[in-house]
């Protein structure tokens, strides 16, 4: 079993055939009625899509500020070693950084998932824990899928490139471990393009393609590199369908979006 995220990621990709990121935002008002008298409803919501989406899943992506709460942090661990066990990669989007011992605490979420994505916000330093995690992978957020990302990561440097070009180029520097990849929205696919030219190397996890209408064609073409990076789905898949069967329309959706994904692949 090779060490590296990214090589592993790209054994799993070779292995179904998909770049579908699942992203496991299991909102508890959304999780259906059947399932509310579980003893942990989010893990009994995640167990379910996992068995209906792990043939089309390249990886599975909880967030975790819908898993912040007691019985939260139960699911999620529960979920995790659930994904491990159909032997799909976990990446936890928790977006952290901070300094010192603070994000060293931080960076300890990864001895539990294989990769997480981290704000770059605060610089190196708060980031350096994540970084000499060599077999785990490192998503640095660069150009993201909202609306007010603009309002940022758009602004013009001294030296005229965008900040998210900075970005870029600052995440080119830190991957001295070959374990750092950038979060790129599918919704902003000039810039997609723009990156991609700029750093060729490094993979993109590329979120906004599911219920936000991103690019798709963009999100392939210009999002893998050298055929690994991931496409994102949440709530397209998990909340595809409701009651009884909502696990079925999820299999379902996850199914559809890797088929028009590898239309472009």
């Not at 989007?93 to 990864?110: C, E, S, V």
């Not at 609306?147 to 965008?162: K, R, T, V």
Request: with cysteine; charged share 25%; aromatic share 8%.
């Amino acid at each position: 079993m090779t060490s590296n995220f990214f090589d592993r990621l790209g054994d799993r990709i070779e292995r179904v055939d998909s770049v579908v990121s699942v992203g496991l935002d299991a909102d508890p008002s959304r999780i259906p009625e059947h399932l509310q008298e579980e003893e942990l409803p989010q893990w009994a919501f995640n167990r379910r899509i996992i068995d209906a989406t792990h043939e089309h899943a390249a990886c599975y992506k909880p967030n975790a500020a819908f898993y912040e709460h007691a019985d939260g942090w139960r699911s999620l661990r529960e979920t995790i070693a659930y994904a491990h066990g159909k032997d799909v990669p976990v990446l936890l989007d928790a977006k952290r950084a901070d300094i010192g011992n603070t994000t060293r605490q931080y960076a300890k979420l990864l001895d539990h998932v294989d990769a997480v994505t981290v704000n770059p916000y605060m610089g190196r330093d708060s980031l350096q824990p994540f970084l000499d995690r060599e077999d785990k992978g490192v998503f640095v957020l660069c150009r993201t899928s909202n609306p007010g990302g603009a309002d940022l990561q758009d602004l013009e440097l001294a030296s005229g490139e965008a900040v998210y070009e900075r970005v870029a180029a600052l995440a080119e520097l830190w991957n001295q471990h070959g374990n750092v990849g950038l979060v790129v929205g599918a919704t902003a696919p000039e810039e997609l393009e723009a990156i991609r030219e700029q750093v060729p190397e490094l993979p993109f996890l590329v979120p906004g393609v599911g219920a936000q209408g991103g690019d798709a064609e963009a999100a392939v073409e210009f999002g893998l590199a050298e055929g690994v990076g991931l496409v994102n789905s949440s709530r397209g898949i998990i909340f595809a369908g409701e009651g009884e069967t909502f696990d079925r329309a999820a299999g379902q959706a996850a199914r559809r979006l890797k088929r028009r994904l590898n239309q472009f692949r």
